[in-house]
Nanobody, 125 residues
């Protein structure tokens, strides 16, 4: 069982920033490819960003390129999603997830083997 926990969500004004954290229970995050997804009301869950196990390689959805950054802190067994220049369209529940393949960095739910519970991000003035 690969258990994940997200934190760092909240209410922020447009143009503001948040940093989401993903921590693991009972395993080492650096051994796996980790992805961030989000799901807004009435919409399908979509991939936001991912980071590959082993050699560092990242990927981003077009909607967040240049604004979001995914990173690891191996000492803290954590993966972060730094979100800058937030827009109202970014409002969603954000999930971290463990990919099915260790070196695959993809943004499709079909590639995910385990999900966290999610953290709410609301961007509103």
């Amino acid at each position: 069982q690969l258990e994940l926990a997200e934190s760092g969500g909240g209410l922020v004004q447009p143009g503001g920033s948040l940093r989401l954290s993903c921590t693991a229970s009972g395993f080492t995050l650096n051994d796996y490819a980790i992805a961030w997804f989000r799901q807004a009301p009435g919409k399908e869950r979509e991939g936001v960003s991912c980071i590959r196990s082993g050699p560092t390689s990242t990927n981003y959805a077009d909607s967040v390129k240049g604004r979001f950054t995914i990173s690891r802190d191996n000492a803290k067994n954590a993966v972060y999603l730094q979100m800058n220049s937030l827009k109202s369209e970014d409002t969603a529940v954000y999930y971290c997830a463990v990919a099915r393949f260790l070196t695959l960095c993809a943004l499709s739910p079909r590639d995910i083997r385990s999900w966290g519970q999610g953290t709410q991000v609301t961007v509103s003035s």
